[in-house]
């Protein structure tokens, strides 16, 4: 099983549309996805056409009272389930806090779905708190959606210094380009840039387009309705690039090259 955070800590970076795409894909070539909407503005439930609501709210989720796989959800599409989003996550922090080993609460409830699931994306809130730091804690991965702007290195550079921080280690950093518009010299400019500061941004970006901000319309991933649009394209060569970077020995982190293991 892998599990894929689709995180940043801006809102309105494309996040869920990452995760519903990516998570589209991944199930339309054959592996068991799930997406799990953590945000409690649940959007990533609203594409999905299903109610955003858990029986017992996240308290009885976080006590154990509730198994998370008798909280999933079919979708419309093969291999493709959801768990669904929760006003209550807006409490999940305090919750959280009051647990023993707060920052592993989300990898304890995770690891159970192991036989179920090949892939899980977590759809994240936008923020920096004891959610987000469950979300690194649990993630082999996380794909970080970034609109080419100098506030989107800046919010890059704080949460390179929150992982280092706090000792957050063995999560594959996957920062790339969302909402790019090529007519803007700002975003040429960081698109040049960024990438020699930081090895690990992909290559793959998803540009601005009208058909993403069409998803709200039709309440499906794109490649169910507009499978040869530029932007549908894109997401395929993302997660193309995804899946060799989760492959490769070689990962980058934090900025560097991983050193290779001994022997």
Not at 74 to 97: I, V
Request: aromatic share 10%.
């Amino acid at each position: 099983m892998r599990i894929f955070g689709v995180y940043n800590i801006k809102g309105g970076v494309g996040k869920t549309a990452t995760a519903v795409n990516l998570a589209y894909l991944s199930a339309r070539e054959g592996y068991r996805t799930l997406v799990w909407d953590l945000d409690p503005q649940a959007a990533a439930t609203y594409y999905f056409r299903i109610k955003p609501r858990i029986k017992g709210g996240s308290r009885k989720m976080l006590k154990g009272k509730r198994e998370l796989d008798g909280l999933v959800k079919g979708t419309d599409f093969e291999n493709l389930d959801l768990l669904p989003a929760d006003f209550s996550y807006r409490n999940m922090d305090l919750l959280l806090g009051e647990a023993k080993k707060p920052a592993k609460q989300l990898l304890r409830l995770l690891r159970p779905l192991s036989e179920e699931f090949d892939r899980i994306f977590l759809d994240c809130p936008p923020s920096i708190s004891l959610v987000s730091e469950n979300i690194f804690r649990a993630a082999d991965a996380l794909l970080i959606p970034s609109i080419p702007t100098t506030l989107s290195m800046r919010t890059y550079q704080q949460l390179l210094q929150f992982l280092e921080g706090h000792r957050v280690a063995g999560v594959d950093l996957m920062p790339f380009f969302s909402m790019v518009d090529r007519r803007k010299r700002l975003h040429l400019e960081i698109m040049e840039q960024m990438p020699k500061e930081y090895p690990e941004v992909l290559s793959s970006h998803i540009p601005y387009a009208s058909d993403v901000e069409r998803m709200g319309i039709y309440r499906k991933p794109l490649g169910s309705f507009a499978p040869r649009s530029p932007a549908e394209q894109a997401y395929e060569l993302l997660w193309e690039e995804v899946q060799k970077r989760i492959n490769d020995p070689r990962v980058i982190e934090f900025g560097r090259p991983r050193a290779p293991a001994a022997g």
